[in-house]
């Protein structure tokens, strides 16, 4: 049985020429960690709102554990007791003590209560007011406030958003023991790749309102359906069929009409050989572990990745590229 079955999902906006969503179906298993990017404007908010119970879809269903998801025009108290929404725009009541806000809405003994306080992170900030926190801190006891209503599914809207590095990595962990210590299925919206690639089973890409691909996070990386999909999860380079010809040649490939797709790290720097293509820097971007190296090759600009540290602005180098690391949208 699926955790969530969502079915033909439609939402209209000011007119019924103005869809939101667009016949939305996909499925998510228990524990699966499902992950939602897309652009400004995509749908991926009234999505998970949908989801949620907090917004009724125009057509279409939501089942949560085969029982179906009752909207605003169904439930006269919208939303659904299993399942917890937290936006973006989350606020917490001004002026009160953490233990405060925390009690008005426990629903735990305490001793469950604690162990949830201590997943997120917040034991030693119970007895401040809610005006002395971080934004990263009042994030944690948004989160809690939600846990201890006792959720099977959690929905996260940008949790990450407006956080500094620190605070971020810090509520990435407590995420995953969401998952792992308190057995709460989740679903996040992100724009960055890097909150979603390393954490997500399953990544949905959406675009004007309809899933535009939808696979596990190599997938979807390294075989986007088209361009707008590639730039959403990182960095490429595209070869048009016109500046094709010294790659064909090189990487022994028979000549495509599409565009041959390359990430950063596929390309790499070896000495001189038979095969190898010529390039020459233009640019050299350091990024702590590694850097991006901007080479010109054949009238096409490359980005490549790469921890040396040798190079210069102006040096000639040899690059490969072996045939089972690109393809073509």
């Known amino acids: 049985m699926d955790f969530i079955q969502v079915s033909g999902i439609c939402k ?32 991926k908010s009234t999505l998970l709102k949908i989801i949620a119970g907090l917004i009724q879809p125009d057509a279409g269903e939501v089942k949560f554990e085969n029982q179906p998801v009752q909207g605003p025009a169904e439930r006269l108290v919208p939303g659904h ?59 944690r006891i948004a989160f809690a406030r939600l846990l201890i209503t006792s959720p099977r599914l959690l929905l996260l809207d940008e949790p990450f958003s407006n956080l500094d590095m620190v605070h971020k990595n810090t509520l990435k962990a407590v995420i995953d023991d969401i998952h792992d210590r308190l057995g709460i299925t989740c679903t996040l919206i992100s724009h960055d790749p890097l909150d979603i690639l390393p954490w997500a089973d399953v990544i949905f890409l959406m675009k004007d309102g ?24 990182g ?69 490549i990745r790469t921890d040396a540290e040798e190079f210069r602005v102006g040096a000639v180098i040899y690059l490969s590229l072996t045939a089972d690391k690109i393809s073509f949208i």
């Not at 499925?27 to 652009?39: F, I, K, T």
């Not at 490429?236 to 565009?259: C, D, F, G, Q």
């Open 12 to 43: 209209y906006g000011e007119t019924e020429n103005d869809l939101v969503l667009k016949d939305i179906s996909f499925s998510q298993q228990r524990l699966q960690r499902v992950a939602v990017a897309g652009e400004t404007g995509s749908g």
């Open 235 to 303: 960095k490429y380079t595209l070869i048009p069929p016109v500046n094709m010809e010294a790659w064909v040649k090189s990487l022994k490939l028979k000549p495509r009409r599409k565009n041959l797709f390359i990430r950063p790290e596929n390309i790499k720097i070896v000495k001189k050989g038979k095969h190898n293509l010529t390039g020459r820097i233009t640019d050299i971007y350091y990024f702590g572990g590694y850097n991006e190296v901007k080479v010109s090759v054949h009238d096409t600009s490359l980005l």
């Open 210 to 233: 309809g899933i535009v691909q939808k696979g596990t996070p190599v997938k979807v990386y390294t075989s986007p359906v088209n361009e707008y999909a590639a730039g959403l999860l």
């Open 81 to 139: 007791p299993g399942i917890a929404y937290l936006s973006q725009h989350f606020e917490l009541p001004k002026f009160l003590r953490v233990e405060q806000v925390l009690e008005y809405a426990n629903t735990l003994g305490a001793e469950e209560a604690n162990a949830i306080y201590e997943v997120c992170q917040i034991t030693h900030l119970l007895k401040r007011k809610t005006n002395q926190l971080s934004g990263g801190e009042r994030q």
